[in-house]
């Protein structure tokens, strides 16, 4: 609080007490404080009057900051290959069935992935061994269907399996790692076309068991 004090000229009782009142009367804030002082009686000295003045406020406010604090993380990736399966074809053969020759395309099919197991479906040696399984597919397809198969099933799938044959034929050649993953595609497609041949021959048709996985 700050104290200030004002000079006043000499008065008389009744005076003083007036001036006392009306001081009193303009200062009831309870925040303010007023002092008078009468000089003793013979002294010269000018009454004074102390008027005490409340201090401005200070008003401290506080921000508090909040950081985030973020840290990169790495995720392995992991590549994955998509193989779309090309529209099935509804051709058809109309010659007769030749349980022979069929055979004899089916052995030569068991032979080609046999021989690109050995590869894994990858390199130049691959690219040609896919491209003898696209000729002994095409062939079949120059016979009818085995008797109790819906031809255009069967021959569906036959012409499906020679032209993934014959794209992962070029893929092997280019080195690119979509021949191995077509392989797999073409084995397992060529496992259910097998089945399908021995419930309408009553033969055991059967690929050679998988190597072991690399």
């Not at 003793?40 to 409340?54: C, L, N, Q, S």
């Not at 390199?123 to 079949?140: I, K, N, Y």
Request: include cysteine.
């Amino acid at each position: 609080m700050r104290v200030v004090r004002v000079g006043a000229p000499r008065m008389g009782p009744a005076l003083l007490a007036a001036v006392v009142l009306t001081v009193l009367t303009s200062c009831s804030s309870p925040n303010e404080q007023i002092e008078l002082s009468q000089a003793p009686p013979g002294a010269k000295a000018t009454p004074t009057v102390t008027i005490t003045i409340p201090e401005w406020r200070t008003v401290t406010q506080t921000l508090t900051a909040t950081t985030t604090l973020v840290s990169a993380t790495t995720v392995p990736v992991t590549p994955t290959v998509t193989i779309t399966l090309p529209p099935r074809p509804a051709a058809t053969s109309t010659a007769a069935f030749d349980q022979a020759t069929a055979l004899a395309g089916y052995a030569a099919i068991i032979r080609d992935i046999g021989a690109l197991d050995t590869s894994g479906g990858a390199g130049p040696g691959a690219a040609v061994q896919f491209e003898s399984l696209a000729r002994h597919l095409s062939a079949l397809e120059t016979t009818a269907a085995p008797p109790g198969l819906d031809p255009p099933s069967w021959f569906g799938r036959v012409i499906s399996l020679r032209l993934f044959a014959e794209a992962a034929s070029a893929e092997a050649l280019a080195g690119s790692p979509q021949a191995p993953a077509r392989f797999v595609v073409i084995r397992s497609e060529t496992g259910v076309l097998l089945a399908m041949v021995n419930g309408a021959l009553r033969t055991n048709l059967a690929l050679p068991p998988p190597p072991p996985t690399r």
